[in-house]
């Protein structure tokens, strides 16, 4: 259990980044939603003890981060996959994960640490490239070692910024069965722009906007409040009053679509059905928030 | 520990697959095995044999410095490979604590960077192993060389700075930070310290200077000026021959410590300070809030970062508080270490300066001297003396005597004084004792003294910067005592002290081992430091003392301790001998198993033992020129002459001064032996023999060790007057070496002199100052005394000054005395000589002015002066030659004088020449000398 209360942040220069969040984290995937500039690295950030919150209380399974005797046990139960992860230059995606184990504790002999490490690089797609140089990855296979690096300990926290960025559909797909697995055993927040990875995964969610918590339940609870105010509307005319637009997108065509929503029917503009996307948008509109999109593809 | 493998196991794997380390070793390799190298190459072309030292030394005048610096780089290369590719985060998500994961990357670096400094020094110990067999000595077979320096001057070094990058590494958090953070620890801190300090007066050497790069420096100079020489022979420059004689890791480590202490002290405080600038953790700054319209607004929020990345990280572990505790306090300890030093070696410099410029005591009574001396005791390689001195004095004086003066190591300790009779007053201050009895000595009776000492005598080195108008101890002492600016005083705690014994080496000279009489006063001398003890009253002196077993220990009054054979331990002999001769020394030598016809005992460093019986003739080719060098007319009251060839001589292999100083390793100066220096000394019965005379590949001539050991012997006939007995020791020495063939060509010398060279019949002592007097205008001037009284007439006036006469044994020989035998037995006036050049110092310096030739009649007349240019009445031949034959007569030149002279002559003259042969002693400026005229001009 992950015991988050009052967290909040204020950079050198006076930004305020988290303005008192707080949260609850046990085992299971939790999606983590947010705009840019939500603070959501600065949450994860902290929540893995890379930086140090202005105020709040952290406590990992009964440690308490303000102390300082609790940090070791802390960072150990923790794994991580930054944002902009790298791994170490000069080793081959074998050795590192050697190295990553052995960094943190794994108390497993040599061939069952080496068993190990067999099983997950073949788990993230990598058995075949386990002996070439880890710097040399791709950016999508990079991540899957970055995913790899983060669970090879088994965690009791695992933090997963953006794990999907830049990788294939299937690759995606085998992310989420791994992911999937590991959080029957472990608390996972999951970090991401893809929203579709969160209605995938996450029975729970949590959006960070504006440096506070916005919503922490399930998308369906999400969905069930955008549905049936969700509308498609002309592009070009002006808004009703009363409505706020929730997304405007424009294809290789140029056809546009334009999603408001509305607490009541517009006339003229036929409903359109609610996902977990657009519920979103139209809850960070409510608030107006301006949502980061895929399309957007930055960082919080 | 599994971590620690696995962080050895993954800097390893890195460095291996990285080129920029690769690149760093090969590199750092290859420089530190240029000199072995180069040594290997060219041996065959070197004037002498070399061993595994010198390989080992040439290798490390540059290493340590080449080691820092692939430390420095590699570690702060180690320490930040992770954050500039962006792996930090995940790098140090781990368990551990700042501390461990700091201390295993350093321990990592270490595992790697001390195996990397070794291979230079291993690859000269193979080449110095490959070369045994052609040189023929075993000097390889020993390491010592190569491990030694390597543990003392390269390991912590590179510990040092490997510790020292990753700390200002850490902190700085990118390579401009950690330079410039480097250049305050190293630049600001050490300035702003030593201004504070001089309120204290006290001051500490840069934290760099301990990392000499003179040594890389010349070795660099000295290679290069070797391989650009284009003589067949290689330079001597290089290699300089290194000391076989070892040396003692522990003081050799003390010697060096003060060092190394703030390098290791400013490591040890980086590293530890590290622990807290690790940025695992980002720590929360009070925020700044900036308008956004405030005209340093960019500044300001670049303050802010600034102040986030150097703000220490938030929630130490309480292990890295309690490592930063440690790191700190040993940074404390190692300044405090390095502060206690100077503090304590002031303290003795201070005692130093009080006995010298206070000149007391009052030295003793030239009518008190010692006859029979006997010295029982022991020594150990601890560096411990303990001995029980019994010593008679006889008053010859017509006054009753009280007052006794020694000189006596001021590490000696007396623990007890008594006498046959009476009581007795110890006094002590610095190297001086001063014993009043009572009652007084009367007029020709006898008094014992027995005096226990203990101590560990030691030669104390104050780092006092000596030199220019900087003569001696005392005015260096007082000018940095003086000194109102923190640079103009001396970092103290650079002083050392170099131990008399060791397990390698015994170095006892008199007054390490007993109260040796002082009759010269304690005055300082002009130029500074304190005169010198010219008399030397014979006693009959026996020792018995227990020695290290395993030790070559050799005593002169011919002793000896061999571990091999059967005196082993036991140093057991007795002589007659001035107890200021009084010597122990000794160390790792072996006596080499053959003998010369006199039985000569012959000790050498185990590595040259091949080279030391390869010159065992000059042993046998000494004993009989001594004979030649001065046949024999009686006793010489050593048991030996030339009838009595070598006799009880020990003679051991001994390395030049200051091998077992701190700056042996550091100072090139140092490492090798003035190649003009007399190579044999000789102290009583025991004679030393310059190491690197010992390697020479070209047979040593016997006459000067002949000519050591006769004048040695000569001097012990009779007793010399305290102020003249280094005149006559010298005037022995030289004219024995004249008969052998060795004296000066020409009773001129070649000038401009020194003004040391100015000196006359009281020069005190041989010391670097006066070295030029002694070995070139001394030679200069006998050989010209002896051309114009006659080289049988000085001979003969020396016999007679030497020889056992009814009052010899009361009165000791004096110039004067010399001066009128020389007188009455010399062919022709040397009065002015012995007046102007011995007496007074006085050096003429002639030139010919206003010549010319002009025929008159059906001759020639050729007129001009003599003009002395300096001090001193010469007395030379001017000579004009002629197509028939030369015309010559004798022309005297007073002080500033000038002399017309004239020659007329039938015969077409050709040059008028000034002492041509260069019989008289005067002056002959080098490349002018205008003591000669031709016809058709001057010639130079």
């Not at chain 1, 139209?282 to 593809?297: C, M, N, S």
């Not at chain 2, 410590?257 to 490591?267: K, N, R």
């Not at chain 2, 650079?494 to 131990?499: E, G, I, K, L, Q």
Request: aromatic fraction near 6%.
């Amino acid at each position: 259990m992950i015991e988050l209360e009052g967290l909040t942040k204020t950079y050198a220069d006076g930004t305020q980044a988290l303005r008192g969040v707080d949260l609850r984290l046990d085992r299971g995937m939790v999606g983590l939603l947010g705009p840019n500039g939500a603070g959501k690295t600065t949450f994860l950030s902290i929540l893995v003890l890379a930086l140090e919150p202005s105020a709040g209380r952290r406590v990992y399974d009964g440690l308490d981060a303000a102390r300082a005797r609790s940090r070791p046990a802390i960072r150990r139960s923790i794994g991580y996959l930054p944002q902009d992860y790298r791994p170490l230059a000069g080793l081959t995606g074998r050795e590192y994960l050697l190295h990553c184990a052995r960094l943190r504790g794994v108390p497993l002999s040599r061939r069952a640490l080496e068993e190990r490490t067999r099983e997950l690089l073949s788990a993230v797609g990598l058995a075949e490239a386990a002996d070439r140089r880890a710097i040399e990855y791709s950016g999508g296979m990079q991540r899957r070692l970055g995913v790899a690096q983060a669970i090879i300990h088994s965690p009791r926290l695992l933090v997963v910024d953006e794990p999907t960025a830049g990788l294939d559909p299937e690759e995606r797909i085998r992310f989420r069965t791994l992911i999937g697995e590991v959080a029957e055993q472990t608390a996972v927040l999951l970090s991401t722009h893809i929203v579709e990875d969160v209605e995938a995964t996450c029975p729970r969610l949590v959006v960070i906007g504006q440096g506070r918590l916005l919503y922490d339940g399930t998308p369906t609870e999400l969905l069930r409040g955008a549905s049936g105010h969700l509308f498609r509307f002309p592009a070009g005319e002006p808004l009703p009053p009363g409505a706020v637009e929730v997304t405007y997108r424009a294809d290789r065509d140029g056809a546009v679509e334009r999603v408001v929503w509305s607490e009541t029917p517009i006339p003229g503009a036929p409903p359109r059905p609610a996902g977990l996307e657009e519920a979103y948008g139209a809850f960070l509109a409510l608030r107006g928030v301006a949502a980061a999109g895929p399309q957007e593809g930055a960082a919080a | 520990m599994r971590l620690l493998a696995a962080f050895i196991r993954h800097e390893l794997r890195i460095e291996r697959r990285s080129l920029r380390f690769r690149a760093f070793a090969v590199g750092y390799v290859l420089l530190g095995c240029v000199p072995a190298a180069a040594i290997h190459l060219r041996r065959e072309r070197l004037d002498y044999v070399i061993g595994g030292a010198t390989y080992a030394s040439a290798t490390l005048t540059w290493l340590p410095l080449l080691s820092v610096l692939l430390a420095a780089l590699l570690s702060m290369d180690g320490i930040s490979r992770e954050r500039a590719t962006g792996a930090w985060t995940t790098a140090t998500l781990s368990g551990v604590t700042n501390v461990g994961y700091l201390l295993r990357r350093f321990v990592a670096l270490l595992t790697l960077l001390l195996p990397l400094t070794a291979i230079p020094l291993l690859v000269a110990a193979g080449l110095a192993v490959a070369d045994v067999g052609g040189a023929g000595v075993g000097a390889a077979s020993n390491l010592a060389p190569f491990y030694g320096p390597w543990l003392l001057h390269v390991v912590p070094w590179t510990v040092a700075a490997s510790a020292l990058a990753l700390g200002l590494g850490t902190i700085g958090g990118n390579a401009v930070g950690s330079f410039l953070l480097a250049a305050l620890l190293f630049g600001v801190v050490p300035v702003a310290g030593n201004e504070a300090l001089n309120r204290f007066g006290m001051r500490f050497d840069s934290p760099l200077a301990g990392l000499d790069l003179l040594p890389a420096r010349w070795t660099v100079i000295l290679l290069a000026a070797s391989l650009k020489a284009q003589d067949d022979r290689w330079t001597w420059m290089f290699p300089l021959p290194e000391t076989e004689a070892g040396f003692d890791l522990g003081s050799a480590a003390e010697q060096n410590l003060a060092e190394g202490l703030q390098f290791g002290a400013s490591a040890a405080a980086a590293l530890g300070l590290a622990v807290l600038f690790l940025r695992r953790t980002r720590p929360d700054v009070r925020p700044q809030r900036i308008r956004p319209d405030h005209p340093l607004r960019n500044f300001l929020v670049a303050f802010g970062r600034l102040r986030e990345q150097y703000t220490p990280d938030p929630k130490p572990a309480p292990a890295d508080l309690v490592a930063l505790a440690c790191a700190l306090g040993l940074a404390a300890g190692a300044v405090g270490l390095e502060g206690a030093r100077a503090v304590g070696y002031e303290r003795l410099a201070e005692r130093r300066y009080r006995a010298e410029t206070g000149g007391k005591p009052a030295p003793m009574a030239v009518a008190v001297v010692p006859e029979t001396w006997r010295i029982d005791g022991r020594f150990e390689t601890s560096g411990t003396v303990q001995v029980e001195v019994r010593g008679t004095f006889k008053n010859g004086g017509r006054v009753p005597q009280k007052h006794l003066a020694f000189s006596l190591n001021p590490d000696l300790a007396v623990t007890a004084a008594t006498a046959d009779r009476g009581r007795v007053t110890v006094g002590r201050e610095w190297d001086r004792l001063a014993i009043e009895v009572d009652p007084p000595i009367p007029p020709g009776a006898r008094r014992e003294l027995r005096l226990r000492l203990a101590g560990l005598p030691r030669a104390n080195h104050f780092s006092l910067p000596q030199g220019g108008d900087v003569a001696s101890f005392a005015r260096a002492f007082e000018k940095n005592r003086n000194a109102r600016l923190g640079h103009d005083r001396a970092d103290l705690s650079r002083s050392y002290r170099v131990p008399a014994i060791s397990g390698l080496r015994v170095d006892l000279s008199a007054d390490d081992l007993t109260p040796v009489p002082r009759y010269t006063t304690w005055a300082q001398k002009g130029d500074g430091g304190v005169a010198e003890e010219v008399y030397f009253p014979v006693a009959r002196v026996e020792i018995a003392l227990t020695v290290p077993r395993d030790l070559l220990v050799a005593d002169s009054c011919g002793g000896l301790s061999d571990p091999a054979g059967r005196t082993r331990g036991r140093l057991d002999s007795r002589c007659s001998l001035s107890l200021s001769e009084l010597t122990v020394r000794g160390g790792r030598q072996r006596l080499l198993a053959q003998s010369t016809q006199d039985g000569v005992a012959v000790g050498v460093f185990p590595a040259h033992r091949a080279a030391g019986e390869l010159h065992l003739g000059l042993f046998a080719g000494s004993s009989k020129l001594m004979e030649e060098a001065w046949p024999a007319q009686g006793d010489d009251g050593g048991g030996a002459s030339g009838k009595s060839g070598l006799g009880r001589l020990v003679i051991l292999e001994w390395p030049g001064e200051g091998v077992h100083d701190r700056q042996h390793l550091n100072l090139i100066s140092g490492r090798y032996r003035d190649p003009y220096e007399s190579w044999v000394t000789v102290i009583g019965n025991l004679a030393f023999l310059g190491e690197t005379d010992l390697i020479a590949t070209a047979p040593l001539p016997p006459e000067r060790l002949a000519a050591e050991i006769v004048s040695s012997r000569l001097a012990r006939r009779r007793r010399f007057a305290p102020d003249e007995s280094l005149f006559f020791r010298q005037l022995l020495r030289t004219l024995v070496l004249e008969r052998l063939g060795l004296g000066a060509q020409t009773g001129a010398v070649v000038g401009p002199l020194s003004p040391q060279q100015m000196a006359s019949v009281r020069t005190p002592a041989v010391h670097p100052e006066s070295y030029g007097y002694w070995n070139s205008r001394f030679p200069s001037l006998i050989a010209a005394l002896g051309r114009r009284a006659g080289a049988e007439a000085l001979r003969s006036s020396v016999e007679e000054l030497l020889a056992p006469g009814p009052d010899h044994a009361q009165t000791p020989a004096t110039f004067e005395e010399f001066a009128s035998i020389l007188k009455r037995r010399s062919e022709r006036d040397v009065e002015p000589m012995l007046r102007d050049f011995f007496l007074a110092g006085k050096l003429p310096e002639l030139v010919l002015e206003e010549v010319s030739f002009e025929p008159a009649g059906g001759g020639w007349r050729v007129t001009g002066k003599v003009h002395n240019l300096a001090d001193g009445e010469a007395i030379c031949r001017l000579v004009l030659t002629t197509e028939l034959g030369p015309v010559e007569f004798e022309i005297r030149i007073g002080t500033n004088e000038t002399t017309p002279f004239a020659f007329a002559t039938a015969h077409r003259p050709q040059g008028v020449f000034l002492d041509p042969d260069q019989e008289c002693h005067r002056m002959v400026r080098m490349g002018l000398p205008r003591d000669r005229v031709y016809l058709q001009g001057v010639r130079r």
